[in-house]
């Protein structure tokens, strides 16, 4: 693991690619505003809205690729994503707004905001969504007309489905670097039915990134052990830790198929290691394998995925090795911004778990909250009156709250 550390210092990187992230309006969230580092932990009891708030921000990334529309299409369209008050009301629109630090290639780093604004045209009866606003800022500077929508007094009058930084011209060097990098997020959701199967995706048509329900980690394995061996030894080093009797699982390629599958090294009671059939390797097996893989792929190493965020990296594995499994979360996270959603105390269970990683988050019938520890939290934990994991698992694991005063789209609205 000392070598691990080395060769990350040495990059000298700022992983933190999204500083602060405010959602209004999204689903269970009325209103979020937090910020975010290098490793961020959403922790939380179940339906608590932490899949919720990393939707947000995966929505962005989807409506960049294709449109608003297209992006809501498999959320259940945009009456299904509004957030509904506790009155009974609904919001006509949702705001997303991801400030972000970049470093441009050949350039200084810079620091952009984005703000993406998706509702009902006013007026109409239907849910059909339109572009609300948009704007890209560097430096706090608006980018241009380009970026905003058309303009009739206070209000946009051209209605449209589609984003303008998507079609930023090759000159404005940061809207590309914004636009590609956002791009390149990664949101995992591992199943191990497909971690399992035989990957057939012809390597020359791969992206050569883990997908994101697990499909070409065969594929994945294989690379680290060409051409990052080292890696891929902290990858079975990590295995071999969390899982009794693995000595680490590998990619296997087959060429003349153009196909790939993987396959478990486990010792026996003789101390020999013996190849183990991917149809026989446990779901914990292969879920921890899948996570390991998504936080220290090659392009996740190399900086061209800026973050590399994960649902519940614990499920299936033993509680006592959870926090072994911190450990990776923080040896990944000087790579790559990380972040992950959990209930489970046991993974806090770790002296690197810092309460400056968590985000806590809770709906106690009024919508989502998020934020750092609370007060009272921070008490307990300094007074030593509980551990982390005990503060989760007692309940009184709270997010402060939220500061007073109006919400930027209230503001808005009045204006």
């Known amino acids: 693991m000392a070598v691990w550390a080395a060769m990350n210092s040495e990059q000298g990187r700022t992983p933190t690619f999204l500083t602060r992230v405010r959602v209004e309006n999204y689903r269970s969230i009325a209103s979020c505003d937090v910020r975010l580092g290098p490793l961020t932990i959403l922790a939380g009891p179940n339906a608590a809205g932490k899949s919720n708030f990393l939707d947000a921000i995966r929505f962005v990334r989807d409506a960049l690729a294709s449109s608003p529309g297209q992006a809501l299409d498999p959320r259940g369209g945009l009456e299904e994503v509004l957030h509904r008050h506790v009155s009974g009301r609904r919001a006509d629109s949702f705001r997303i707004t991801l400030d972000l630090s970049l470093p441009a290639s050949e350039r200084p780093p810079f620091n952009a905001t984005y703000i993406l604004e998706i509702g009902t045209q006013p007026g109409s009866n239907d849910f059909a969504p339109v572009l609300r606003r948009e704007e890209f800022?560097?430096?706090?500077r608006a980018q241009g007309e380009g970026f905003l929508p058309e303009m009739a007094g206070a209000h946009p009058v051209a209605w449209r489905d589609d984003i303008?930084?998507?079609h930023t011209p090759r000159s404005h060097h940061?809207?590309?670097?914004?636009?590609?990098?956002?791009?390149?997020?990664?949101f995992y959701e591992l199943l191990t039915p497909v971690l399992r199967a035989v990957d057939d995706t012809?390597?020359?048509?791969?992206?050569g990134m883990l997908?994101?329900?697990?499909?070409?980690?065969?594929?994945?394995?294989?690379?680290?052990?060409?051409?990052?061996p080292w890696v891929k030894d902290t990858l079975d080093g990590y295995l071999s830790t969390m899982i009794d009797n693995a000595?680490?699982?590998d990619g296997v390629e087959?060429?003349?198929?153009?196909?790939?599958?993987?396959?478990?090294?486990?010792r026996g009671a003789d101390g020999q290691v013996a190849k183990v059939d991917r149809r026989a390797l446990s779901e914990g097996t292969l879920r921890l394998a899948g996570v390991l893989a998504a936080l220290f792929q090659p392009n996740a190493l190399n900086g061209d995925i800026p973050l590399v965020a994960i649902e519940e990296p614990e499920v299936s594995l033993h509680p006592p090795v959870l926090g072994a499994l911190y450990d990776a979360l923080a040896a990944a996270a000087r790579n790559t911004q990380v972040m992950v959603t959990t209930q489970s105390a046991d993974l806090l269970d770790n002296a690197a778990a810092a309460p400056a990683h968590l985000l806590v988050v809770r709906d106690d019938g009024a919508g989502t909250a998020l934020g750092p520890i609370d007060p009272a939290g921070r008490r307990l934990l300094t007074e030593g009156i509980l551990t982390l994991p005990?503060?989760?698992r007692s309940g009184e694991l709270r997010p402060a709250a939220a500061p007073t005063g109006q919400s930027e789209q209230q503001e808005d609205d009045e204006r």
Do not use: C, I, M, N
């Not at 940061?174 to 990664?186: A, F, I, K």
């Not at 994101?212 to 051409?227: H, I, N, P």
């Open 390 to 392: 005990e503060l989760l």
């Open 211 to 228: 997908g994101e329900k697990g499909e070409q980690l065969a594929r994945v394995l294989d690379t680290l052990s060409r051409q990052s």
């Open 137 to 140: 800022q560097v430096e706090g």
């Open 254 to 266: 087959v060429p003349e198929a153009d196909l790939a599958y993987v396959v478990g090294r486990f």
């Open 247 to 249: 000595a680490g699982l």
């Open 202 to 207: 012809p390597r020359k048509t791969g992206s």
């Open 174 to 186: 940061e809207g590309r670097v914004v636009h590609w990098s956002l791009q390149q997020t990664r």
């Open 164 to 166: 303008l930084l998507s």
